[in-house]
């Protein structure tokens, strides 16, 4: 029996969760939450996650919440399998750790914004604030800039492997790719080529025609 996760495959988070499954190659089972209904905030789900938000995730007695903690638990736990998505050396296992906080702190917090404003405000027909888009554009520009720094020495961030710190990228990189800047990606010949590769991934492909049947 495989693992269970909740949530679905339109929230980055859950999406975040569902490619480290499927480069472990894992048996799993996607549970639908509805949050038009408000299910995420009510029993049975709050009880596996007290903040309500999604994804959660159950293997057997053990129930976790936190997208990049769930990554981890599957990476650490699923060694041998699939992709190796970490590193136990000195240095590699410092690098990783790094540009892992590096994607939660600089990266996503910019990619959200941005994704909320471009992306899912379409969805619910509401108007985007270009001010807010200018000024994560920006900031967006002066973290790649960084990035195509790292990705000069390595292909990868953490190093010549490709690590949950270019996992945790994906969905981001995702809804971004389809808006006015990706430019900012583009423009940067080490950070396109990082791009192309990491979306390029058999298990990204098989969780965007999870996401495309949904």
């Known amino acids: 029996m495989g693992v269970k996760v909740y949530g679905i495959p339109h929230s980055t988070a859950t999406l975040r969760v569902l490619a480290a499954i499927h480069e472990k190659e894992l048996e799993y089972e996607l549970v639908p939450v509805d949050l038009r209904s408000g299910a995420h ?5 709050i009880s596996i996650n007290p903040f309500g938000q999604i994804p959660a995730f159950e293997d057997g007695d053990l129930t976790l919440f936190e997208s990049r903690a769930i990554t981890k638990y599957i990476a650490y736990t699923n060694e041998g399998k699939g992709t190796s998505l970490i590193s136990k050396q000195g240095k590699e ?3 990783l750790a790094v540009w892992m906080e590096v994607e939660a702190h600089q990266f996503d917090p910019v990619s959200t914004k941005l994704s909320w404003e471009l992306v899912y405000k379409g969805f619910f027909g509401m108007e985007i604030d270009n001010a807010v888009v200018e000024e994560n554009e920006a900031k967006l520009a002066k973290v790649l800039d960084v990035y195509e720094v790292r990705l000069a020495k390595s292909k990868y961030l953490a190093g010549d492997s490709f690590t949950l ?6 969905p981001g990189f995702q809804y971004l790719n389809g808006t006015k800047v990706k430019h900012l990606f583009d423009e940067r ?3 396109s080529a990082w791009c192309k590769d990491i979306l390029a991934r058999p298990a990204w492909e098989k969780v965007m025609a999870l996401q495309k049947q949904a």
């Open 189 to 191: 010949p080490h950070v």
């Open 41 to 45: 905030k009510q029993e049975p789900f």
């Open 93 to 95: 296992m410092a690098n």
């Open 165 to 170: 710190a270019d996992l945790h990228h994906l």
